[in-house]
């Protein structure tokens, strides 16, 4: 008699199709994540530098690789401070000294200079295994925080820095998260107050959202090229002790996206006013070597808050930050920082490394990145001649470039914009007729979101609406970039002129 295949498989095929029948229905259950269900504190969060816009320019993007015909050829980011993707060349010492410590068998290469390759002796010694892949103390690897340290004190013209002062962090930001997550605390009226500049850089409205924390805000004068005054900050301190406890300052300076420096008159009434307020400041200082203008330098508050006496400085709760994303490094992708914080409260400083422990360590890469930023090459070194001639090539450049922008942006009729003292973006007024205003909240759009959507969509031009900043009541501004090449960013203040001087007629 013919043999009767095997049952197995038919009764695995029949087990197969009820889970698959399972499977579908346990599919069709509820999400247990919704908007509805999530923590509504990063609801809340919103960051425009990666906003909507730069969503809507991605779309652009897709459609512009698939053949679809646009009056432009290309979307040119002008809305985020990332300087190698718009084309600047690395500082070649920075990538030696990283790629000696990433692949330490080019130690041995003579295509590698000695000055470089001491460097990354001196980084290895410092980590686990002699491994960049290896994790490292959750303050950062000693010999580099010894560099910050040493770096500092020549800035601030001897200024003493201690090495255990210093917290290398993933880029600023980690590190102005961090200490922001250690002062919130409190709920109703004793919740944590934080002051913040206005227009400000929206990592602050964002970290302070998810802390669920109260942002204070204080304006920047415009008609003083974004000046800080006292006064702005006792109104914004007064009126907010109704409603929180504002125990927090800060201060960006350079300005991101103002651009403006700060003297030292301001930064001593500034430091003053903290003293006499009790406040813990935070100074974010990541475009130090970005200062353009003539008669306009870079004061640290450190600096200065020494400079103010014993009674400031050994009072004056103070955490600075800078990173080796700006400057004229613009490694972003590194994600290199540190910060110095001075004054902390002995068992605080604990709990901010047990915070920090939590994540370990910030990436080692980033880290010696930053070591090369405070300990670059000095006169004597080989390498010396070529990290000048790179590095003031490329400050020059943004200088040119800082008053290019605003000399072509006061040019058209419309726009005022401010001197570009520091920093790398520009932050223009745009008039806004008031049928586009109409429109825009037909469209229930911000009118500068929706102006600059519509400089999107005809040009390719990717900017950030003001209103993700925030800007008073009633002005308009958008924040662009300087970093492109020359020759580019006169082709794109060229297209924004012709886009403005439509825009204006159209809505007439």
């Known amino acids: 008699p013919a043999l009767r295949p095997p049952r197995g498989p038919r009764r695995a095929s029949s087990a197969a199709k009820a889970s698959a029948v399972n499977i579908t229905e346990k599919a069709s259950r509820e999400k247990i994540l919704t908007l509805e269900s999530m923590n509504p504190q990063v609801k809340a969060v919103e960051y425009a530098v990666r906003g909507p816009i730069v969503l809507k320019a991605g779309e652009i993007e897709k459609e512009l690789r698939k053949g679809i015909k646009k009056p ?40 590698f200079p000695e000055d470089a390759k001491k460097r990354a002796r001196r980084i290895l010694q410092g980590c686990g295994g002699n491994s960049l892949g290896s994790y490292t103390a959750s303050q950062g690897i000693n ?23 210093i917290y290398l962090t993933t880029g600023a930001s980690d590190g102005i998260s961090a200490i922001l997550k250690i ?23 964002a970290a302070i959202s998810e802390l669920d924390a109260i942002q204070v805000n204080y304006y920047l004068d415009e008609e003083k090229c974004w000046g800080l005054d006292v006064n702005e900050l006792r109104r914004a301190l007064n009126e907010a002790k109704a409603y929180c406890n504002p125990k927090v300052l800060c201060i960006i300076n350079p300005g991101n996206p103002t651009g403006q420096v700060q003297s030292r008159k301001c930064i001593e009434d500034v430091i003053h006013f903290a003293w006499e307020e009790k406040l813990f400041l935070l100074a974010d200082e990541v475009y130090q070597d ?111 470039k800082a008053k290019l922008t605003e000399d072509m942006f006061n040019k058209i009729p419309g726009v005022h914009c401010n001197p570009l003292q520091g920093a790398m ?47 008073r009541e009633g002005t308009y501004h958008f924040r662009m970039t300087i970093l492109p090449p020359v020759e580019k960013l006169k082709i794109l203040l060229e297209k924004v002129k012709d886009f403005h001087m439509k825009f204006i007629e159209k809505y007439a």
Request: charged residues 20%.
């Open 425 to 471: 973006y520009a932050f223009p007024r745009i008039f806004i007729p008031s049928k586009a205003i109409e429109e825009a909240k037909a469209h229930k759009m911000a009118p500068d979101m929706f102006y600059c959507m519509k400089l999107l969509e005809e040009t390719g031009i990717c900017v950030v609406p003001g209103s993700g900043f925030g800007q």
């Open 183 to 205: 002062l919130v605390s409190g709920g109703g009226k004793s919740r944590t107050g934080v002051m913040i500049p206005i227009p400000q850089y929206p990592l602050y409205s």
């Open 290 to 400: 970005n200062v353009y203008s003539e008669g306009c330098q870079f004061h640290s508050f450190k600096k200065i808050l020494y400079e103010m006496g014993p009674e400031y400085y050994n009072n004056v709760e103070l955490a600075s930050f800078h990173s080796t994303s700006k400057g004229y490094m613009g490694e972003c992708g590194y994600r290199g920082g540190y910060m110095e914080v001075i004054n902390l409260h002995p068992e605080i400083k604990g709990q901010l490394v047990k915070l920090l422990s939590v994540r370990l360590c910030p990436p080692v890469s980033g880290q010696a990145a930053m070591d090369i930023v405070v300990n670059p090459p000095v006169p004597g070194e080989e390498s010396y001649a070529q990290f000048i001639k790179e590095k003031e090539s490329v400050l020059n450049n943004l200088a040119k």
């Open 143 to 165: 010999c580099i925080r010894e560099d910050v340290a040493s770096y500092i004190e020549r800035r601030d013209g001897g200024v003493p820095a201690d090495p255990d002062n």
């Open 72 to 111: 432009f050829t290309e979307v040119i980011k002008a809305n985020i401070g990332d300087a190698h993707a718009m084309g600047q060349r690395p500082i070649t010492f920075l990538r030696q000294v990283v790629a000696l410590c990433t692949y330490p068998n080019l130690l041995d290469s003579p295509s």
